[in-house]
């Protein structure tokens, strides 16, 4: 499933490498920073594997930090980011569980998204978290929130990752997808994302996200709305 695009060897690994911790520390307000491995080793880059049994796990790079990381924590109860944004509402209703099928209560679902226009909350400069927020489930499990439909986007290509995927023949952009950690004590913790049938660029992502269960319908359910239902299965921590 993972594929070598090309090696970048000696001089030309280090420029690349230092153009993207340049690039990285800038994005996060740190302009001085130039080392490229603290930048790399930032909790905004994972890259996590399947744990027997459990969901589907994908690579991400998380464009702004979540409520927890933030000092928004009211959006620990918000339930629908749609208000005041353009596009299809879409709900969201799932439960988490673990592998055995017990519902696993107070579970928490940190989930983030673009929006329809494939845009990031970063991205647009906004005062007020936007299309983000983390939700507990309740005591059967469960959990659900309205949002909007998101929309694909291209990596920036403006920057060394940029020239690195010009020079390939592969796309440089992700499918429309919405992203979710999925955490409860004596479980671990699933990093992972939901792909709509249908998306383009499924076949094409540019980061090699997608995985065949990670793609669900998001259903026309009425004229309003979509709707895609998706339960998560957590393994008991290791
Ligand atoms: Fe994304």
């Known amino acids: 499933m993972y594929r070598s695009v090309f090696s970048l060897e000696g001089e030309e690994n280090i420029s690349f490498r230092e153009g993207?911790?340049?690039?990285?520390?800038?994005?996060?307000?740190?302009?001085?920073?130039?080392?490229?491995e603290a930048a790399l080793r930032r909790r905004h880059?994972?890259?996590?594997?399947?744990?027997?049994?459990?969901?589907?796990a994908a690579l991400f790079f998380r464009v702004s930090a979540s409520p927890r990381e933030s000092e928004n924590a009211d959006l620990w109860s918000a339930a629908d980011l749609a208000e005041s944004i353009?596009?299809?509402?879409?709900?969201?209703?799932?439960?988490?569980?673990?592998?055995?099928?017990?519902?696993?209560?107070?579970?928490?679902?940190?989930?983030?998204?673009?929006?329809?226009?494939g845009n990031y909350e970063a991205q647009l400069g906004a005062d007020e978290p936007r299309l983000r927020a983390i939700l507990s489930t309740d005591a059967a499990g469960k959990f659900d929130f309205w949002t909007v439909m998101p929309l694909g986007y291209t990596?920036?290509?403006?920057?060394?990752?940029?020239?690195?995927?010009?020079?390939?023949?592969?796309?440089?952009?992700?499918?429309?997808?919405i992203h979710f950690i999925v955490s409860a004590p004596g479980f671990g913790t699933?990093?992972?994302?939901?792909?709509?049938?249908?998306?383009?660029?499924?076949?094409?992502?540019?980061?090699?996200?997608v995985r065949p269960q990670l793609v669900v319908p998001f259903k026309a359910v009425a004229a309003s709305h979509h709707e895609v239902r998706y339960d998560f299965v957590l393994t008991a921590s290791d």
Do not use: K
């Open 20 to 36: 993207v911790g340049t690039r990285c520390g800038r994005e996060l307000g740190r302009a001085s920073r130039s080392n490229t």
């Open 45 to 56: 880059y994972f890259c996590t594997r399947r744990r027997r049994g459990a969901e589907e």
């Open 86 to 117: 353009g596009g299809g509402r879409l709900h969201v209703v799932g439960s988490v569980c673990g592998v055995e099928g017990s519902a696993i209560p107070n579970a928490t679902v940190d989930f983030w998204q673009a929006d329809h226009e």
């Open 155 to 177: 990596i920036p290509m403006d920057g060394p990752v940029g020239d690195l995927i010009g020079r390939t023949a592969i796309s440089n952009y992700r499918p429309a997808h």
């Open 190 to 209: 699933l990093v992972t994302h939901l792909f709509p049938e249908g998306a383009d660029y499924l076949d094409d992502d540019v980061v090699f996200g």
